[in-house]
């Protein structure tokens, strides 16, 4: 490295501490990569390569357009170099060149074409890329912190080990990219494609995914919670939930993924696989989870409002009551395919929504069931049998949906004591009142037959009075079965209603102990 003093006439004389990167590691760095730097008074170090042409820095940092191939690969060692600051505008570099153990922040490259470029331990530092092509360049090890990425073509790019916080990728083709093992904390990929992209282990705390491809992208043992962040720049951020906000997600691989506090929002997540994944207090509100697989996944405190949930698999989930799959406020669920029966809501052609959420409720029912939220089993268990009701209607099926009507007020669907005591009620009431009036009950003790004929008078007399009590109490011992002997029907009306009473009576009961027990086995 040349001794401190003045920059000559025919020396770059480029500055870091200019242009953004005064955390540049003099002290630290070998003799190699400083050896055409200059360290000035003030402890700042500048370019010390001659001018090139008739401007006044070198060929990396004249802000010159075009630059002949020859000179830049003329100009370029073999041995890691400062190339910090670096303009590399409208170059399209045929071969394969090597940025190895480079530094290279803030450096500029735009209209660029670099194949199999060679990054790996290269400082990119604030680096900007735009409009360059890429393809299978390697990035291993590398240092890309808050570098800029705009309309890039980066297939099959390799990001094993690299170092990407707050990293951009702004409309970025990343196409069976790899990202092993990498640190993207708080990186952005904007309206980016990552099909088949590849994230086996990496760390992605507070990431975002916007707009995003990511059909059958990978992330086995990948890190979005947070947990044991390796950078210690990352001091005071909030790294706790990587976000998804409208993004393609086909078939993505999530298998043992740290997924807690996640935002899936309106993103379409179909066919994914969640085996062993934890994904708890994750957000899947708004999203298409068609035929994804949540195998022995933690959902506790997750939130799936408004999802869209048709044959999704829930094996061996673990969910607790935190855990919600609808809106709150309302008496029972009611999913999206319910909401809008007329909408397909991405569903095959042959499967009606109303369909798709009976379909759901009895899925949800029983992983309720499975994690002893036995309330929540209940109100998913009313809720697929009254959307089978609405279906039934749609079908013009009346005789069913009539039965389903009928069981709904009488027992609410096998769930409701109160419906039961309350149907036994009214059926009491009103047969007591009838007998008098359908021919009446006589005493076998006394010989009196009490029967009230249709007059208004006579119904509002005290005899008239007493007839209806004393058919209100030969109703409660007809339902109840007890049977006397006291009382008896008189006439072909009363024996008709004594027996639908009496069948009445028994049917309620056996609903009574079977809700009961229902109940008590949940």
Known sequence: MAEMGG?????????????????????DCAQDILENFHLQQDGSACCWRETW??????????????????????ART????????????????????????????AAIFKDVTLPRAGFHDASLRHAQFHHVELPEAEFHNADLSYAR?????????????????????????????????????????????????????????????RSTNLYRAKFQGANFSGEDPPIHSLGGTDHSSAKFHDSDLLHADFRGTQLSNVVFCHSDISGGDYTDADARDADFSHATLHNALFTRTDCRGATFTNALLYETVFADARINSQTTFYDSGVSRPVVVYEKNPHALEGLSMDTHPLEAAEWVYRRLEKLHDENALSEEARKFHISKQEVRRKYQYELEDYPQYAISTLQWHVNGHGESIFRIFRSAAILILACGILYPFVGGIGSSST?????????????????????????????????????YGDLYPIGVGSKVLVGFESLSGAILIALFVFVLGRRVAR
């Open 7 to 27: 920059i000559p006439d025919d020396r770059c004389g480029y500055n870091l501490l200019e242009d953004g990167t005064a955390d540049f590691p003099v002290g």
């Open 53 to 74: 042409k008739d401007t006044d820095q070198c060929i990396w940092h004249a802000r010159v357009e075009d630059k002949p191939l020859k000179k830049l690969k003329a």
């Open 78 to 105: 073999n041995n890691p170099e400062q190339l910090d600051g670096a303009y590399l505008v409208g170059v399209e570099i045929a071969s394969s060149i090597s940025f190895h153990g480079c530094g290279l922040r």
């Open 149 to 209: 990425f705009q309309h890039v073509e980066l297939p099959e790019s390799d990001f094993y080990n690299a170092e990407l916080l707050l990293t951009e990728f702004d409309n970025v083709v990343l196409l069976l990219a790899k990202f092993r093992n990498a640190s993207l904390p708080r990186v952005d990929f904007y309206d980016s494609r990552l099909t088949f992209a590849e994230f086996y282990d990496a760390k992605l705390f507070n990431a975002q995914f």
């Open 447 to 483: 010989g009196t037959v009490y029967s009230i004929p249709l007059t208004l008078s006579r119904i509002a007399s005290l005899d008239g009075a007493a007839t209806l009590l004393q058919g209100i109490y030969f109703s409660v011992i007809t339902f109840t079965t007890i049977g």
